[in-house]
């Protein structure tokens, strides 16, 4: 793996080298986008909207736009914008981590200690295991400011970037029925919940989208055409909910013995 930012961690007074990796990877078949008439390869170009002509990598900046024009900002702008959470992930508070919403989550990144950090990474790894608590930091990287929670994942600290409160739309403004569910239906979905309850192993669950994808593309490849399964998605009417939820506890009790 090849670290994508290098810093420190810092709680309290205690400063922890780090260099940070990216903890998830996309799972998508890569794809190229083709012209429908030819399959050749669709490529994007970098034009000078004044000269028509195309601008090399090392030739483009960013900008602001103001009434005067653009202020051009270089590399270094970025950095001295905040210098200290450029390098630095400071860990600003501890949470619980029942008290964290998933809703906030974005991704995970895994903390690998440098060598003069070996112990103090260990230190605050088993602090945060044996306290049950998140380190609340924020810090920059690529030029945005990031809101995160520092962990434990299978003995490697992590970090999540999570969405800072602003970031979250208000589900009030979503329609959402006020229709009456009664106690007794509550009830059996509450028992149909506990019947599906298991302990929570992300290794069963596989990709299955992707590798069906790749079975269409092998099948095209060869002349074949697969037929699309037929899927049920009928909404369950209202009045037939303590039906179907009864058959539902049945087929699971049945399945189970």
């Not at 008290?99 to 990474?121: M, T």
């Not at 009456?180 to 069963?204: D, G, H, N, R, W």
């Not at 994808?213 to 009045?239: F, H, R």
């Amino acid at each position: 793996m090849r670290s994508i930012w290098n810093g420190s961690i810092s709680f309290g007074l205690v400063s922890i080298p780090i260099k940070m990796y990216s903890g998830s990877e996309d799972g998508r078949v890569d794809l190229d986008m083709l012209d429908r008439h030819d399959n050749a390869r669709i490529r994007y170009k970098r034009i000078n909207e004044e000269t028509g002509k195309e601008v090399d990598w090392k030739d483009i900046v960013k900008g602001f736009k103001t009434e005067n024009g653009y202020v051009v900002l270089e590399d270094e702008d970025f950095d001295n914008a905040n210098m200290k959470k450029s390098k630095t992930i400071d860990i600003e508070e501890f949470v619980n981590e029942d008290e964290v919403a998933e809703v906030l989550f974005k991704n995970p990144y895994f903390l690998e200690p440098q060598k003069e950090g070996k112990k103090s990474y260990n230190l605050l790894k088993n602090a945060l295991k044996k306290t049950g608590k998140l380190g609340v930091a924020t810090f920059v990287m690529r030029q945005k400011e990031h809101l995160s929670l520092i962990g434990v994942y299978k003995n490697a600290l992590v970090l999540h970037v999570i969405r800072f409160a602003a970031e979250i739309r208000n589900p009030g403004d979503l329609k959402l029925p006020s229709t009456k569910v009664s106690k007794k239906e509550v009830s059996m979905a509450e028992s149909l919940i506990e019947q599906y309850t298991t302990k929570f192993k992300p290794e069963k669950y596989k990709d299955v989208y992707n590798n069906q994808l790749m079975k269409i593309i092998k099948s095209k490849s060869s002349g074949k055409k697969i037929k699309p399964e037929k899927i049920d998605s009928t909404p369950t009417p209202a009045k037939d909910l303590m039906a179907q939820l009864k058959a539902s506890l049945e087929k699971k009790k049945a399945k189970a013995s």
